[in-house]
């Protein structure tokens, strides 16, 4: 476990256990309230219990891919955290666990489990139950402290642990695990009230390990953390540059812990170009009409109109009555803390409208708040849900329902205790949504695929390649990912939150290589060039039956590029030979000048200079689907011996390449071809140098060139040829 985890948790347990020694919380309360919300969450999540090592809660797609990242955190502890970034997804490129939440909060409590029992669906299912008792206890201790009731605070806690809003992200784990933030809100609270340092310790350990948990909060948390703090320093006045100097060494330290990682998500964000769109973030923010909406899993809405993924936010009835009473009478009104949590509710929700507010489908002419916060904030347009603030609003609505409660029931009076087990009835019942929908995984059903990847696992190091291959098909690429615990080596596919450009070209149906039968065997050349040794085939899974025989065909036919066939019924892995790629004399050569270069083209001849302009970005393209009439004429002002041809390509345009391109030189005798065939092996050489801006470099054999003349063959549907920059270069005398 890492130690700095180890510390800040060690900090916070110990803080908590000694205030609530201090406040009459004991040990036996905590442990009966743990074990309260451990079991409620078992019946209310049922039948789950019945298949803990075998299925996995509401479908095969997120609960697949965070199993497989709990596992890999827990290999990367037992290693020091050595390489912890570089999952064994989306080969070649590296990084990749940044490609989604890491998880890191969870792992530090379930790497051990996982050691013990190997079983990461195990492990996933005792986090998720688990993550009712941490938010059930989070708000319990809060509530508790801001009411000093008992009965209010474990009514809180059944909101907040039991919301609707859950049942909505019954595939999210890390957005079930909440209640690190009210435990960080309790230990602040604290702080104001007593000014020992300590709380502000914990306040800051709580908010890093809710930031760990789920990378959203480290913007999200810090509404409430800082309406809160600002809040008790109005009302309490504390001395001031002991509270500033103790507030900025608690940030610092939190801080230098989330830097390394933030690091990490921005070099990858930077390197990708991982950015939501302005589309997905108005698609996913919440309308007012989601805060009257629950999921069509739970009882009660199984006959409403079921919302969009993201999109049930009611914070259930019961609190919204509770919180009612407590905003409506003139005691409530004067509670400092109860105006705290109303200006944090409202806060919230009205920045998870996003950029463009919405209610009941009418959008705003006039921005929003968040919008604002995007132009400002840095690396806040990395998030794409931004109705999950309703949690935030979940927060505040428990903890204004727990000081409602304290009114209903002082006027209720010897009623109380029945009243309070009547609302947690209901409050549970809001939400109850049994039999919840619970999903079998086996990752490898097939008796084929079992040996195949028994045979993989014994197999020497290299890059696994599986088809069929979609990025589209979600589960079938989360399952190739988790395999990798299996066979043990990396592999091309994955599914994150973010697919990057090569998986997107290998897997698109718009311009992959692998769904143009004639381009097939360049495909397969291109795999080899990006480092792939081996590729599984599972026969009968293709949707296009036609395809899947191409592919073997091809695979078949060309012992250049197959080393070996294993066959293990209908799944075949195929072992490639190394990359024939020639060496080259390099630094014998030298550039061609543009200037001592006259370059016509067929097609935008006034992009023709962007070519050559030493800006990536630009581009000159035949600006309409290749034909195979397009062609580039580059004359020399004497003949040259041009030994190699750059055409450099980039993410954007990926699918933009030469179908079949010919390299003809003009030489004083006559026309020589000096090439003829696809360009996709060269493209994944370059692209294992430069993942964003790959080369593909054309070697040429020795010629005589006044003109070298570049001839597009190939045919698409829609897409361009593009070249970002041209540059070619030539031999010396005396080289060959």
């Not at 890999?72 to 989306?90: K, L």
């Not at 590296?94 to 079983?119: C, I, K």
């Not at 002082?410 to 039999?435: C, F, K």
């Not at 970005?617 to 002002?637: M, V, Y």
Request: charged letters at 20%; hydrophobic letters at 45%; aromatic letters at 12%.
């Amino acid at each position: 476990m890492n130690p700095t985890l180890r510390r800040y948790a060690g900090a916070l347990l110990w803080t908590a256990m000694d205030d609530a020694r201090r406040s009459g919380v004991t040990a036996k309360e905590i442990g009966a309230v743990l074990a309260g919300l451990v079991a409620l969450a078992l019946v209310a999540t049922f039948p789950l219990i019945l298949h803990f090592t075998t299925y996995l809660p509401n479908d095969l797609g997120d609960p697949v891919l965070n199993a497989w990242i709990l596992w890999w955190d827990a290999t990367a502890v037992q290693h020091g955290f050595s390489h912890v970034w570089d999952a064994p997804s989306y080969f070649p490129y590296l990084h990749t666990l940044a490609y989604s939440d890491h998880l890191f909060g969870l792992a530090v409590f379930t790497a051990p489990v996982q050691w013990v029992t190997a079983n990461p669906v195990l492990v996933y299912n005792i986090a998720f139950i688990a993550s009712y008792a941490n938010a059930g206890i989070g708000m319990y201790l809060l509530a508790k402290l801001l009411t000093g009731r008992r009965d209010t605070a474990t009514l809180a806690a059944l909101m907040y642990a039991f919301a609707a809003f859950r049942v909505a992200h019954f595939a999210h784990v890390q957005w079930l695990t909440t209640g690190w933030l009210p435990l960080s809100l309790w230990a602040l609270h604290r702080y104001f009230s007593c000014g020992a340092w300590r709380y502000l310790f914990a306040s800051g350990a709580a908010y890093l390990m809710q930031c760990l948990t789920a990378n959203y909060f480290a913007y999200f948390g810090l509404l409430p953390l800082a309406a809160a703090a600002i809040a008790e320093a109005w009302h309490r006045r504390p001395p001031l540059w002991r509270t500033l100097a103790q507030t900025i060494a608690v940030g610092a330290l939190v801080g230098v812990t989330l830097a390394p990682i933030a690091l990490v998500y921005y070099r990858v964000r930077q390197e990708n170009d991982f950015r939501r769109t302005a589309t997905e973030t108005d698609s996913l923010s919440a309308d007012l009409s989601d805060y009257f909406r629950g999921h069509s899993q739970i009882w009660l809405w199984r006959r409403a109109r079921p919302g969009g993924g993201e999109h049930e936010l009611f914070p259930g009835a019961i609190a919204l009555g509770l919180a009612a009473i407590a905003l409506s009478t003139r005691r409530g009104r004067a509670t400092p803390h109860i105006v705290t949590y109303a200006t944090i509710a409202v806060t919230a929700l009205v920045l998870s409208l996003g950029p463009h507010p919405a209610a009941w489908g009418h959008r705003t002419a006039v921005p929003g708040p968040y919008q604002l916060l995007l132009e400002v904030v840095p690396g806040l347009d990395g998030l794409r849900a931004v109705s999950r603030l309703g949690v935030i609003v979940v927060l505040a609505v428990s903890v204004l329902a727990a000081q409602g409660a304290v009114y209903l029931f002082d006027w209720i009076g010897p009623r109380r205790q029945l009243t309070a087990i009547v609302l947690g009835i209901l409050i549970v019942a809001e939400s109850w949504a049994v039999p919840v929908r619970v999903a079998a995984f086996d990752p490898t059903p097939d008796p084929d695929d079992r040996q195949a990847y028994a045979f993989l696992k014994t197999s020497a190091e290299g890059a696994v390649f599986e088809l069929p291959i979609a990025v589209t098909d979600e589960e079938r690429q989360m399952r190739y990912q988790y395999l990798t615990l299996v066979h043990g080596h990396r592999t091309v596919n994955g599914h994150s939150s973010y697919d990057p450009p090569l998986a997107k070209f290998l897997a698109g149906r718009d311009y992959s290589p692998f769904n143009e039968r004639e381009r097939l065997i360049a495909a397969f050349r291109l795999i080899r060039a990006i480092g792939v040794r081996y590729i599984v085939v599972h026969r009968g899974r293709f949707e296009n039956p036609s395809l899947e025989a191409a592919m073997m065909q091809q695979l078949e036919a060309d012992p250049g590029l197959v080393a070996a066939r294993n066959d293990f019924g209908r799944t075949v892995v195929f072992t490639l030979n190394s990359d024939d790629q020639r060496p080259d004399d390099a630094a014998r050569w030298r550039p061609v000048s543009a200037g001592t270069m006259h370059v016509r083209a067929s097609h935008s001849p006034d992009r023709v200079p962007l070519m050559f302009d030493g800006d990536r970005d630009t581009r000159w393209l035949s600006a309409g689907p290749q034909t195979g009439s397009e062609w580039i004429e580059i004359e020399f002002d004497a003949p040259r011996d041009i030994a190699r041809l750059r055409m450099q390509t980039a993410e954007r345009s990926f699918g933009d390449y030469p179908r079949e391109l010919a390299v003809e030189a003009v030489e004083p005798d006559g026309t020589q071809t000096l090439f003829r065939g696809s360009v996709l092996p060269q493209f994944g050489r370059g692209f294992v140098v430069d993942h964003a801006y790959p080369n593909i470099d054309v070697l040429l054999p020795v010629n005589h060139a006044r003109m070298i003349r570049l001839r597009q063959l190939g045919r698409t549907d829609e897409l361009f040829w593009t070249i970002h920059e041209l540059q070619l270069w030539e031999r010396g005398r005396g080289t060959d």
